[in-house]
């Protein structure tokens, strides 16, 4: 399962920030000995670290459509500074999509398995699709 936070505003960007909370042990591949790896305490833990979470610290614009996010990723009982590319793909309805790119290292959160043979970077390339809510009061 997951579940995030947005708050964009889009004439000063610097002020937006993200939150995003995955449940590890909801990480899915369709392989069932994969997935059993994956939720193992070699990979995610999902047993003592059930949640993987986000929180950004910095939104940069780079461009009209584009933004540097530094935040805190916090994974395997490890909380660590990381940076992600985010563009914005579309906006209609009422539903900004972003695509977001960056690499994490798994080492530096504790999944050695498979190292050197398996890639330390772990690279992400996500779409994400926003959904306008209200604010309340």
Do not use: C
Request: net charge negative.
């Amino acid at each position: 399962s997951f579940s995030g936070d947005l708050r964009l505003d889009p004439a000063h960007v610097e002020r937006s920030s993200v939150t995003f909370s995955v449940a590890s042990g909801s990480v899915s591949t369709g392989i069932a000995p994969l997935d059993s790896l994956l939720r193992s305490s070699v990979v995610f833990d999902a047993v003592d670290h059930p949640d993987i979470r986000f929180a950004s610290t910095a939104v940069r614009r780079t461009s009209e459509t584009t933004a540097e996010v530094d935040g805190i990723l916090e994974l395997k009982g490890q909380t660590l500074a990381e940076h992600f590319t985010v563009t914005l793909t579309g906006h209609g309805d009422k539903r900004p999509e972003f695509h977001v790119v960056g690499r994490v290292a798994r080492s530096a959160f504790g999944m050695n398995i498979g190292r050197p043979v398996y890639s330390d970077d772990v690279v992400f390339n996500l779409v994400v699709e926003g959904r306008h809510m209200r604010a309340a009061g």
